[in-house]
């Protein structure tokens, strides 16, 4: 952490709902940063959003479902672990009453539901 102060930052991120995409292939191939060395177990623990995304398919030949299996894999996460992460776009953009065209609240509500229905499948199966 090469801030002056990354556990005030980490906190005031988590307070003010600023979400942080990462890329982990990318991280991983590009800068070297992967496993314990990466900040993402550090945004986790301070409830700092965040959202995993990925460099363009064109560019890295890698898609979003890569990435949630390598975060599955590499961070030992579960469902519950994966949901806020799914979530986080929508939880960290606020709703802008002021353009209702804008507003993320149906899509939040729409991603919510199939969610909870598969929640309610996986834990029937077990």
């Known amino acids: 952490m090469y801030e002056d102060h990354p556990y ?9 709902h600023v979400m942080v995409e990462i890329n982990l292939t990318s991280n991983d191939v590009i800068l070297g ?3 314990k060395d990466h ?14 995304s990925t ?3 064109g560019v890295s030949r890698i898609d979003l ?4 299996v390598r975060a ?25 009453p002021y353009q209702p065209s804008l507003s993320v609240l149906p899509l939040r509500k729409d991603c919510e539901s199939p969610l ?3 929640a ?7």
Do not use: W
Not at 42 to 51: E, G, L, N, T
Not at 72 to 96: G, H, N, Q, W
């Open 33 to 35: 940063i992967t496993g």
């Open 65 to 68: 479902t890569h990435e949630y």
């Open 72 to 96: 599955v894999e590499t961070y030992c996460l579960r469902y519950a672990d994966l949901k806020p992460l799914a979530l986080a776009l929508f939880i960290s953009i606020p709703d802008r």
């Open 55 to 57: 460099d363009d398919e």
């Open 8 to 16: 005030d930052l980490l906190k005031e991120m988590a307070t003010l």
């Open 39 to 52: 900040p993402f177990p550090i945004y986790r623990k301070f409830s700092v959003p965040v959202a995993l």
């Open 116 to 118: 909870h229905l598969f």
């Open 120 to 126: 309610q499948m996986i834990h029937s199966v077990n």
